[in-house]
């Protein structure tokens, strides 16, 4: 199990290649979560409470590998200044059958975007800024697994 | 006791932590203490339900008691990932 926050790029063949070569793994499942660009956005800027995020994430992939039959878990996040089209967030898992990795990474992404605290702030190309507001429908994404 | 800011809330206080060698019967006194420490304190905390609390990395209630020691962090709802 990785559980990693950094302030550089993530290297996803990276991650992706130390999900594989067990015997016993049948798949591998991964999210990874960009930074959406429109004409008007320059980068997101994500803020972190740092003893508290390697704990929560922790926490997190604790009770999905419980919960699911999953192999192995990374977990990593950056932090800091993110330019459109990178990534924010690697999540992956590997497991014999592939309901159980993608299960996990499902449960990981959603209880991540409600229990992990991190926040996010929009930086446009005009040099404004604005702080993201939690959605409704992140809240009912983690509440769908009771 | 060490209360930590994160996010707008950090912005608007215009520091990242503030040290109080005080306990309090429940983040909600807390809070009304920390309200009468300027008009940008008390803007910040002027509508509670829009910020969480946190005593020692665990999420917590407005009502739980706060000592000295303890590591308070105050935050906007969460929005990685």
């Known amino acids: 199990m990785l559980v990693k926050i950094t302030t550089t790029e993530i290297d996803i063949n990276n991650e992706l290649k130390s999900l594989q070569g067990n015997l016993n793994i049948g798949g591998i499942a991964s999210f990874i979560g960009t930074v959406r660009g429109d004409n008007s956005l320059h980068s997101l800027t994500l803020e972190h409470y740092p003893n508290m995020t390697e704990k929560k994430l922790t926490k997190i992939a604790q009770i999905a590998k419980q919960k699911f039959s999953v192999n192995d878990i990374i977990i990593i996040h950056r932090v800091g200044e993110i330019l459109i089209g990178d990534a924010i967030v690697f999540v992956g898992s590997n497991s014999p059958h592939r309901d159980d990795c993608q299960n996990a990474v499902a449960f990981i992404m959603d209880y991540l975007k409600t229990d992990a605290p991190f926040w996010k702030m929009e930086k446009y190309n005009n040099g404004e800024t604005k702080w993201i507001e939690q959605k409704q429908i992140d809240i009912d994404k983690k509440n769908y697994w009771g | ?81």
């Open chain 2, 1 to 81: 006791m060490n209360i930590l800011y994160f996010a707008w809330l950090k912005n608007k206080i215009g520091k990242p932590f503030d040290e109080l060698n005080q306990d309090f019967d429940s983040v909600n006194d807390l809070i009304d203490y920390l309200k009468s420490q300027g008009e940008n304190y008390a803007q910040v905390f002027q509508d509670k339900n829009i910020i969480r609390v946190a005593i020692n990395c665990e999420f917590a209630q407005m009502s739980e008691p706060v000592k000295v020691g303890d590591e308070v962090a105050f935050f906007p709802p969460i929005t990685g990932g």
